[in-house]
């Protein structure tokens, strides 16, 4: 059994800084997209990150996994791992096919439950509606 890595990706992304959380386990990618607004200093990244971590986790493992094929997750010697991290802040890092497919769908899955809340909404609406105007019928006939 493969190990879980987490990463998670800051990137501007036209007006606002964008943050991406990849979840990549048993050679699936689940992955989740947050704007953040302005540029993030690390201790306000922290400190969102302690506010909102865990949502931001349990959203992107309700996302749809998508394989990823050619990544491997490797142990790494941790001074490598901080080198590559340093490289990788460095300059700005771009989604994975993986990741831009599973936020797809994510974006998507958000997309109907949206289009379904909002038609409940208008069904209740109407429903009041109704119930409105048939009260004030039957209180215009009683006041006959």
Same mark, same amino acid.
């Given at each position: 059994?493969?190990?879980?890595?987490?990463?998670?990706?800051?990137?501007?992304?036209?007006?606002?800084?964008?943050?991406?959380?990849?979840?990549?386990?048993?050679?699936?990618? !689940?992955?989740? !997209?947050?704007?953040?607004?302005?540029?993030?200093?690390?201790?306000?990244?922290?400190?969102?990150?302690?506010? +909102? $971590?865990?949502?931001?986790?349990?959203?992107?493992?309700?996302?749809?996994?998508?394989?990823?094929?050619? %990544?491997?997750?490797?142990?790494?010697?941790?001074?490598?791992?901080?080198?590559?991290?340093?490289?990788?802040?460095? !300059?700005?890092?771009? !989604?994975?096919?993986?990741?831009?497919?599973? =936020?797809? =769908?994510?974006?998507? $899955?958000?997309?109907a439950e949206?289009?379904?809340? %909002? #038609?409940? %909404?208008? #069904?209740?609406?109407?429903? +009041?509606?109704r119930e409105?105007? %048939?009260?004030?019928?039957?209180?215009?006939?009683?006041?006959?």
């Amino acid at each position: 059994m493969e190990g879980i890595v987490v990463t998670l990706s800051v990137y501007l992304d036209g007006p606002f800084w964008v943050g991406v959380l990849e979840i990549v386990e048993d050679g699936a990618v !689940r992955a989740t !997209r947050f704007t953040l607004g302005s540029e993030p200093t690390d201790p306000e990244l922290y400190e969102f990150l302690q506010r +909102h $971590g865990v949502a931001l986790l349990e959203r992107a493992a309700s996302s749809p996994a998508v394989p990823s094929e050619g %990544r491997e997750v490797k142990r790494v010697n941790p001074k490598r791992a901080a080198k590559l991290a340093a490289r990788a802040a460095a !300059r700005v890092s771009s !989604r994975n096919t993986a990741s831009q497919e599973a =936020l797809r =769908l994510e974006l998507e $899955g958000r997309k109907a439950e949206a289009v379904d809340d %909002r #038609r409940a %909404r208008r #069904r209740e609406a109407a429903e +009041h509606k109704r119930e409105v105007a %048939r009260r004030k019928r039957i209180e215009r006939r009683r006041d006959r």
